[in-house]
T-cell receptor, first 113, second 115 residues
Framework: KQEVTQIPAALSVPEGENLVLNCSFT??????LQWFRQDPGKGLTSLLL?????REQTSGRLNASLDKSSGRSTLYIAASQPGDSATYLC????????????FGQGTELSVKP | DTGVSQNPRHKITKRGQNVTFRCDPI?????LYWYRQTLGQGPEFLTY????????KSRLLSDRFSAERPKGSFSTLEIQRTEQGDSAMYLC?????????????FGNGTRLIVT
C-alpha cells in the first residue's frame, strides 16, 4: 500500500531564506508526483507536476525534484516571502489506481517578515 | 476557464439529516474526483468519474454516501443520515484523462459541520 510522508510537519523561517520541503513515498511504481499549495480554508492549487520519467521541474522560485529509486521528492523555495506562507502537500499517482492521488499530511510553512 | 466550482461553501447540519454537495468541473475536463480532508491531514480519495461513469469508490465511501455525474458534466455528492464523523472539508477536483501529464485542479471545497 502506497504511503506518503512529509517532513517537517511545520516550518517557520525568516523572510528571504531558501528552504526545502521533503516528501517520501513507499512504492516507486508511480506515474507522477505533484506538489500543491493550500491556503487556510481553501482548496488546493497545483504548483508543479513531475512525470515519472523526469528528475525535476521548475516554476519561478520553485524547484521540485524526484528520485523514484529512493522514494523521495523535494520542493525547494528560493528567497521565501511572507506570501509563501501556506500548507504544502505532495501527492503521488500510483500505477493501476485509476488516476487518483495519494497525499501526504502536508508541511505548514510560515515565513516571518 | 472559470475553475472548479463547489457549492455550498459551508454547510451546518444536524446529525441524521441528508446533505447534498455540487461540483462543476472545468468544462474541458472529463475526469472528476471527490476527496475528503480533515483538519491537519491531506485529502483522502473518495471516488472518481470519467465522463458519466463512476470508475472507482474508496472503502471510505460507506453506503450512506452516493455520488453521481449524470451527464458527464457536474457532479453531486450526497450523504444520508449524517454522523458527526462526517464533519470534514469535501473537495472536488477535475483533470484531463492523461494521468501522466494532467495536474488535478481543485475547487475551494465544501466545509461540512455535523452537530
Amino acid at each position: 500500500k502506497q504511503e506518503v510522508t512529509q517532513i517537517p510537519a511545520a516550518l517557520s523561517v525568516p523572510e528571504g531564506e531558501n528552504l526545502v520541503l521533503n516528501c517520501s513515498f513507499t512504492d516507486s511504481a508511480i506515474y507522477n508526483l505533484q506538489w500543491f499549495r493550500q491556503d487556510p480554508g481553501k482548496g488546493l492549487t497545483s504548483l508543479l507536476l513531475i512525470q515519472s520519467s523526469q528528475r525535476e521541474q521548475t516554476s519561478g522560485r520553485l524547484n521540485a525534484s524526484l528520485d523514484k529509486s529512493s522514494g523521495r521528492s523535494t520542493l525547494y523555495i528560493a528567497a521565501s516571502q511572507p506570501g509563501d506562507s501556506a500548507t504544502y502537500l505532495c501527492a503521488v499517482g500510483p500505477y493501476n489506481q485509476g488516476g487518483k492521488l495519494i497525499f501526504g499530511q502536508g508541511t505548514e510553512l510560515s515565513v516571518k517578515p | 476557464d472559470t475553475g472548479v466550482s463547489q457549492n455550498p461553501r459551508h454547510k451546518i447540519t444536524k446529525r441524521g439529516q441528508n446533505v447534498t454537495f455540487r461540483c462543476d468541473p472545468i468544462s474541458e475536463h472529463n475526469r472528476l474526483y471527490w476527496y475528503r480532508q480533515t483538519l491537519g491531514q491531506g485529502p483522502e480519495f473518495l471516488t472518481y468519474f470519467q465522463n458519466e461513469a463512476q470508475l472507482e469508490k474508496s472503502r471510505l465511501l460507506s453506503d450512506r454516501f452516493s455520488a453521481e455525474r449524470p451527464k458527464g458534466s457536474f457532479s453531486t455528492l450526497e450523504i444520508q443520515r449524517t454522523e458527526q464523523g462526517d464533519s470534514a472539508m469535501y473537495l472536488c477536483a477535475s483533470s484531463f484523462p492523461d494521468m501522466r501529464e494532467s495536474p488535478l485542479h481543485f475547487g475551494n471545497g465544501t466545509r461540512l459541520i455535523v452537530t
